[in-house]
């Protein structure tokens, strides 16, 4: 559910700007363009990844679901994805893609209980489910965090030994917090509480956080390694504008804040003057697609000409821009300094991906593509995203050689 705020990147060889994804009878799609980076440059835009299709042949490719267990806060059994999924994290594992997806029950608040399912794939359209969750609010440390609204929209990536770790966000009916969990496996997953509790004394534990998208190294054969810049990792966060995170361990994690006497790029609004001390690395822009939010989207790829970031928008026309409806979610790019990732390299001037498709428009909350899952599986990328957050689709481009 999208909650209101208060309105008024190994394969960098195969990223370049190259032709769009397959076309064919049984799996047909419809195409996304892309315009010139607001940095007027010959290379404008061959950082930018673009020529994705949406695959209308397969689309949505996950919808909700018959699924059931029994809940272990509740002590009963729940049909915990018959409500909404959507905004799904990927993993490409032993030649399939492993797709771990937000889904809602009709039970609990405010719009039903989110928990985090695992879906299957070997061609990546079609998707066999696992009949319980695999990440879900229990008696443990973080159901104060997590209990009754949930576990939602996971991010994942491994390190260099393989251990997966998940950024999600957890929501307890009021507020949203960005918490940490590990996995040797994709099913059984280790809480490691708050990303952010060990930093300047707990000063953001209370504070609103989420989608934590870590910068990573996307290698050729679809792994998505998280990668150190200057000794440290690097993660992009937050949904008023986009915030900045630094690690040692990829468990916890400090915002990066400004310099004293540091002027912010845009006005605060919303749940940012509740964080005056962050320093903004990606603003809002009026008179845009992304007057209104900007949140991060897949991990960040790391290539040689950047940080790719890939990053959701939320649209207000009486700010941004009026061709597009109110409160649309539209996804555009950033490429920041991969010697300084604070810092934006090039950013394009309008979305390449928005709703249009009638499962994008209408569901539990509408005009919605949220985009925060991307793979590089079987020669082509994969970009999954949510759909109104209700279903799930994909869209596709071929991988360049």
């Known amino acids: 559910m999208r909650r209101p705020i208060f309105t008024l990147l190994g394969a960098a060889a195969l990223f370049s700007a190259g032709i769009a994804g397959c076309n064919g009878a049984d799996h047909s799609a419809t195409a996304i363009t892309s315009t010139d980076s607001a940095a007027a440059t010959p290379d404008a835009t061959g950082w930018a990844l673009v020529n994705f299709e949406k695959v209308d042949s397969a689309n949505p490719v996950l919808q909700p679901g018959t699924g059931s267990f029994v809940d272990p806060i509740t ?3 729940i049909s915990w994805e018959e409500k909404d999924v959507f905004n799904p994290a990927i993993v490409v594992k032993d030649g399939k893609i492993y797709m771990l997806y937000r889904a809602q029950d009709k039970v609990g608040k405010p719009a039903g209980t989110s928990r985090i399912g695992m879906a299957v794939s070997s061609d990546g359209l079609h998707f066999v489910r696992q009949t319980e969750p695999v990440l879900y609010p229990s008696e443990d440390a973080e159901k104060r965090y997590e209990w009754e609204g949930g576990c939602e929209d996971p991010r994942v990536v491994q390190d260099a030994q393989g251990i ?3 950024t999600y966000t957890a929501y307890d009916g009021s507020q949203a917090r960005l918490l940490v969990a590990t996995s040797p496996d994709l099913v059984h997953w280790t809480k490691k509480g708050h990303a952010f509790a060990r930093a300047y004394g707990g000063k953001y534990v209370d504070k609103w956080s989420k989608s934590g998208s870590i910068v990573s190294t996307y290698e050729p054969d679809g792994r998505i390694v998280a990668t150190k810049i200057g000794g440290k990792y690097w993660m992009y966060w937050g949904d008023q504008f986009i915030w900045a995170a630094t690690s040692d361990d990829l468990i916890n994690w400090t915002p990066v804040e400004k310099h004293p006497g540091e002027a912010d790029p845009v006005a605060l609004r919303g749940r940012a003057l509740a964080m005056p001390d962050l320093k903004i690395v990606v603003p809002t822009r009026a ?3 992304d007057s209104d939010l900007v ?6 790829m790391l290539t040689d000409k950047g940080v790719l970031l890939i990053y959701n928008s939320r649209n207000i026309p009486a700010i941004g821009d009026t061709s ?3 409160g649309t979610y539209a996804a555009s790019r950033a490429l920041l ?3 300084d990732p604070l810092k934006t390299v090039h950013r394009l001037n309008t979305w390449f991906m928005k709703p249009d498709k009638p499962y994008e428009i209408t569901g539990q909350v509408n005009e919605v593509c949220f985009l925060e899952g991307l793979a ?6 994969l970009l999954y995203y949510g759909t109104a957050d209700s279903k799930i689709a994909v869209a596709r481009r ?3 050689k």
């Open 75 to 77: 002590r009963s059994r």
């Open 164 to 166: 997966y770790y998940m």
């Open 287 to 289: 008179k845009h697609f």
């Open 295 to 300: 949140e991060s989207g897949p991990p960040a």
């Open 324 to 326: 597009l409806a109110e």
């Open 337 to 339: 300094d991969k010697a």
């Open 376 to 381: 590089l599986f079987k020669g082509q990328w």
């Open 398 to 400: 071929a991988a360049d």
